[in-house]
């Protein structure tokens, strides 16, 4: 058994705001109820582990893991998958040409087996995990592995082609989209305005352009099925892993936009066929990452990782934060300036937490201030709300410290910023963060600007130190200087 997730808070007293979500199905914001009053089955696209995940992709964990922790706000246990696809996952929507994992098998010079695309797996899903956890993303109930599930994805064909829903090709299975009346209907998609082609390789054994792929044939590597040898679809194995972790009827099912138009439909018609019940209830789905207004692409060689992030000297909260300050619904453009920014708000917040609030504790959280924080992440998860909130709560003169305190800890169980583990630190789970900020974490101007003024402090150059320091506290850093060195801090 996985466990679930269980609410550790009661609901906000009072009048509770309902939970709006936004339905990508119905393109409108729906009450959200799961089919179990207090338990909600959610299924998150993960990753095809071939290569580094870059921060675009992390965007839908990140959004997944905050939606799991406003569901757990509202009282309700949660059981969330996602899957590692380690198999398969063709470089685009068409049926032909190498996929993910084989091209990562040659670019790392691993062979062409099942052994090589295990030991790329293996690796690729151990910095995937760690980039999670320095986002400080809950580890999922279950994390299925693609090539843990052959079987389950041969007994759904079996299943598709009993009820000729499926048919037999020379190169493989194609689930046959003519025999499913409402294929396209997540995102509106128009069947009948297909041209073969226009959205996928022409390819003389489909019966109709939209067909798909449930089963490639590969005489030399794969696994053994009832139409050869060879390896499931991609958009089979997902629907085959939710099925066996979730059941036949998700409350949630939830990706990146471009999954709409073809994988999600994809699984919505395979998997309803099958079963004749709804796949998902609600279907969520995240905008992208741009830099320069073009989409985070590893061909277009534009890609960032989050360990490229820390590089340059930036806590990975920081990115996740920066990541709260748009609607998951809403394109957002990737510059350092922006990153800048959040890593000064959160330095900002860490350090009122951990200097000014540190002797608070004692208090209750203020429920005035829940309510509204509820009504905010209740409202779609409309997190640059919830943000902006934590600011109000810190200037507010009203309220002491203690219920300050206690607000934020409330605050941070959605927004996930760190604060909990401080107070872990202070109970001695983890260290406590030292709030001078060493060189090497500062973003790269700013560290250029201070190695200069130490230069012009050393030849006695003090109007340039002190232009320095100005330009450095414009950065939102401040400069102290004591027998003990130079420390930089955020400034106050």
Known sequence: MFPLFTSTTDPTEGAKPPLLLFNTLTRT?????????????????????????????????????????????????????????????????????????????????????????????????????????????????????????????????????????????????????????????????????????????????????????LWKRNSELGWDSPWGKGFPGWHIECSAMAIEHLGKELDIHTGGIDHIGTHHNNEIAQSEAATGKTFARFWMHNAHIQVEGTKFSKSLRNAITLRQIVEHGYQPLAYRYWLMTGSYRTSMNFTFAALDAAQVALRKLHRTFVEDLADATGGMRDEAYALEFLQAVNDDLDTPRALALVWKLLKDTKLDDAVKRATLIHFDKVLGLGLREYIKGAQGAVQVPVLSIPIEELPQDVRKMVEERETARANKEWDVADTLRNSIHARGYSVEDSKDGTQVTVAS
């Open 29 to 213: 914001k729906e009450r959200f109820m799961p089919l179990r009053n207090d338990y909600v089955r959610m299924y998150n696209c993960g990753p095809t582990v071939y290569d580094y995940a870059h921060i675009g992709n992390l965007r839908s964990y990140v959004f997944a893991d905050i939606l799991r922790r406003v569901l757990r706000l509202n009282g309700y246990k949660v059981k969330q998958v996602v899957n590692i696809t380690d198999v398969g996952h063709l470089t685009s929507d068409a049926d032909d040409g190498d996929d993910k994992m084989t091209v990562g098998l040659k670019r790392e010079g691993l062979p062409l087996t099942l052994e090589g695309m295990h030991q790329l797996a293996e690796k690729y899903t151990a910095a995937w995990l760690e980039d999670l956890h320095e986002l400080n993303v809950r580890t999922p109930s279950a994390i299925p592995r693609a090539s843990e599930h052959i079987a389950a994805d041969i007994a759904l064909i079996r299943t598709l082609m009993q009820k000729e829903i499926a048919y037999e090709a020379p190169d493989g299975v194609y689930f046959d989209t003519s025999k499913f009346a409402e294929y396209g209907k997540l995102g509106g998609i128009d069947i009948h305005a297909l041209k073969e082609g226009a959205r996928v390789e022409a390819n003389a054994y489909k019966r109709h352009p939209a067909d798909f792929a």
